[in-house]
Every structure is written in C-alpha cells, then in structure tokens.
C-alpha cells in the first residue's frame, strides 16, 4: 500500500474529511488539469438547470458538511 495513502488512513475520521477537502481545493485550482466527459458536462447543465428551476431545492455545503461530520 501507498505510504502516504497508509498514514493518511491513521488518522481520525474528521481528519481524514479535512484532507479530503483540502487535496479536492487543491485539484479544483488547476481546472486545465483534467477534462470532464461528455456524460459529467452533460449531468453539471442538468444540474445546474434544476437549481435555476428550483433554488430551494439547494442545500448549502455548510450544512451538508455539518450533518456529515455529526455522524
């Protein structure tokens, strides 16, 4: 296994969620990095269609984050 991958697994739950989250900033800040398929590009418009139609629908990531670490 992956020495970097077998410490990152030693550590606590919320820990490893931090991380998570700072190594997905850490991708999202080079876009050009990677390329989306046509079914991702396709699933974001809907996606983002639905949220024009139905903001309320929406749930803020604060919330979705905070229910997530309660578990």
């Known amino acids: 296994m992956n020495t970097i991958l077998e410490q990152a697994l030693k ?18 800040d080079e876009p050009e990095a990677f390329e989306l398929t046509d079914e991702q590009k396709a699933e974001l418009e809907r996606r983002i269609e639905h949220h ?18 309660a578990r």
């Open 11 to 28: 550590l606590p739950v919320r820990e490893r969620i931090e991380l998570i989250g700072d190594i997905w900033d850490s991708i999202s």
């Open 52 to 69: 024009r139609l139905k903001p309320e629908d929406t749930v803020p990531w604060e919330t979705v984050e905070a229910e997530a670490l």
